[in-house]
C-alpha cells in the first residue's frame, strides 16, 4: 500500500512569494493534519482536516491556509513568504478524527525562502 | 498552553550501551505517543500508550507511562547502530476531539559502532 506522498520534495522560494504544498494521505485515511518542523524542533501542528472540514488550527498567522478535497487529498497554502516560513512541512493522515488515531507521515516538503 | 519537554536533548552513547529519553507535560495527557525520525527521514509511530503506569515493550524497547500520566519514558536496551534518530513524544491537545499533537522537542541519538 502506498503511504503518505507529499509534493513537491524541495521547494525554494524568495520572500513575499507564496507556495502551495499538496498532500495524499494512505488510502482509507480520512483525517489529514498538517506540520511544520523548523530544524532542530520537533514537529508543530498547524492544521487538521476531516471530511473537507477544518477541525484544528495551530498558532499559525492567517497567511496559512489549508483545504481538503473530495478525494480527501489537501493543500497547505502560505502566502507572503517570510524567511522565518523556511522548515520541513509534514503532512499526516489518519483514519479517524480521534487522538487515539495514530499519525502516518509523508516524507514532507523542503521548504528554503530566500 | 500545553508544553511537552524532552530530557535529554542529545546523547551519544556507544554499542551496546542502554539509552533512557525521558517526557514531561505540563497537563495531564489522555495518552501519548512515540515517533522515531531518522536523519532526513519523517516521523514514524512507535507506540501508544494509555493507561496510567503502564508498560510496553518492543524488542530492546520499553516504555513507561507514569502514573499520574503526566510524564513517559523510553529505554533501549544494547543500542545498535540502527537505532540511530531523534526520538519524540507526542500527546493530544485539550480538545476532546481532533488527532492535533503537542510533540517534544525530541532526543537525537547518535551510536558509534
Known amino acids: 500500500d502506498a503511504g503518505v506522498t507529499q509534493s513537491p520534495t524541495h521547494l525554494i522560494k524568495t520572500r513575499g512569494q507564496h507556495v502551495t504544498l499538496r498532500c495524499s494521505p494512505i488510502?482509507?485515511?480520512?483525517?489529514v493534519s498538517w506540520y511544520q518542523q523548523v530544524l532542530g524542533q520537533g514537529p508543530q501542528f498547524i492544521f487538521q482536516?476531516?471530511?473537507?472540514?477544518?477541525?484544528g488550527r495551530g498558532n499559525f498567522p492567517d497567511r496559512f491556509s489549508a483545504r481538503q478535497f473530495p478525494n480527501y487529498s489537501s493543500e497547505l497554502n502560505v502566502n507572503a513568504l517570510l524567511l522565518g516560513d523556511s522548515a520541513l512541512y509534514l503532512c499526516?493522515?489518519?483514519?479517524?478524527?480521534?487522538?487515539?488515531?495514530?499519525?502516518?507521515f509523508g516524507n514532507g516538503t523542503r521548504l528554503t525562502v530566500t | 498552553g500545553q508544553q511537552v519537554m524532552q530530557i535529554p536533548q542529545y546523547q551519544h552513547v556507544q554499542e551496546g550501551e542502554d539509552f533512557t529519553t525521558y517526557c514531561n507535560s505540563s497537563?495531564?495527557?489522555?495518552?501519548i505517543q512515540w515517533y522515531k525520525q531518522r536523519p532526513g527521514g519523517h516521523p514514524v509511530f512507535l507506540i501508544q500508550?494509555?493507561?496510567?503506569?503502564e508498560v510496553k515493550k518492543q524488542k530492546r524497547l520499553t516504555f513507561q507511562f507514569g502514573e499520574a500520566k503526566k510524564n513517559s519514558s523510553l529505554h533501549i536496551t544494547a543500542t545498535q547502530t540502527t537505532d540511530v534518530g531523534t526520538y519524540f513524544c507526542?500527546?493530544?491537545?485539550?480538545?476532546?476531539?481532533?488527532?492535533?499533537?503537542?510533540f517534544g522537542e525530541g532526543t537525537q541519538l547518535t551510536v558509534n559502532p
Open positions: 497537563t495531564t495527557l489522555s495518552n
Open positions: 500508550l494509555v493507561k496510567s503506569g
Open positions: 499526516a493522515s489518519s483514519l479517524g478524527l480521534s487522538y487515539n488515531s495514530p499519525l502516518h
Open positions: 488510502s482509507g485515511h480520512k483525517s
Open positions: 482536516y476531516y471530511e473537507k472540514e477544518e477541525r
Open positions: 507526542a500527546g493530544p491537545g485539550r480538545e476532546t476531539s481532533g488527532s492535533r499533537l503537542t
